[in-house]
């Protein structure tokens, strides 16, 4: 069965989840206020121009390297998509909305972009490596597209690639304690065809935005 949120189709199968976005996105945008990054002055130039719906974060000295395993318990690592727009999401494959959502939204900018779209690679690295097995991870990002690649990898390996990211999250046990959710970075980073850090992509920016952000960066010179 699926729903459609902002105008994209997801699967739903549980309760939307919204109560804590707020407070999430919140706690995003303070993480990498603290971490040093500034989002208005990385690239002013780029910020003057206005040239990308998405926060310009060109020569961020963050976010640089990515290498956790797969599904199959291959490392991959960011290198290997080179030539390619990467946009790379943190989440958890029990996320009932913002994550599904954000995922779905990629596979559509992929469609949207017709041919262009195969050089577009999704990314999901999940921050629940305790429920989320290698094959838990694999199959959820085969429902949502199935170019997509799942990484996840132990407690410190994705403690140490939320850092280097400057993602927060965090376990929010239940009223009655016996589960939990996850409060997490509502964005997502994309990257370059050379590889390069680019743009943090707000929560609900939208498709519109989304794609033409892509689009820009598909054509420029590599």
């Known amino acids: 069965m699926r729903s459609v949120v902002a105008g994209v189709p997801v699967p739903v199968g549980r309760p ?29 130039v780029a910020q003057n ?34 030539g390619k727009v990467v946009i790379v999401l943190f989440g958890f494959t029990q996320c009932p909305d913002i994550c599904p959502t954000s995922m779905a939204e990629v596979s559509e900018v992929r469609k949207r972009l017709g041919p262009s779209g195969e050089n577009v690679q999704g990314v999901f690295v999940s921050i629940d490596p305790e429920r989320d097995t290698a094959e838990v991870v694999a199959e959820y990002v085969r429902s949502m597209d199935p170019s997509f690649v799942g990484l996840r990898g132990s407690v410190d390996q994705v403690t140490q690639a939320a850092k280097e990211f400057k993602v927060f999250f965090q376990k929010v ?50």
Not at 17 to 38: E, I, Q, T
Not at 55 to 65: H, L, M, P, Q, S
Not at 181 to 203: E, I, N, P, Q, S
């Open 16 to 44: 939307v989840w919204r109560r804590r976005f707020l407070s999430v996105a919140a706690a995003s945008l303070l993480a990498l206020s603290l971490s040093g990054c500034d989002l208005q002055s990385i690239n002013p």
């Open 49 to 82: 121009e206005a040239r990308f719906n998405g926060v310009d974060i060109t020569g961020a000295e963050y976010a640089r390297a990515l290498s956790l395993p797969d599904g199959t318990g291959r490392v991959r690592s960011l290198e290997e998509f080179r």
């Open 173 to 222: 046990p239940s009223q009655d304690g016996k589960s939990y959710t996850m409060d997490h970075t509502a964005g997502a980073y994309v990257f370059d065809r050379d590889g390069r850090v680019r743009l943090f992509v707000r929560y609900g920016m939208g498709l519109d935005a989304l794609t033409a952000d892509i689009r820009r960066l598909l054509e420029e010179k590599a």
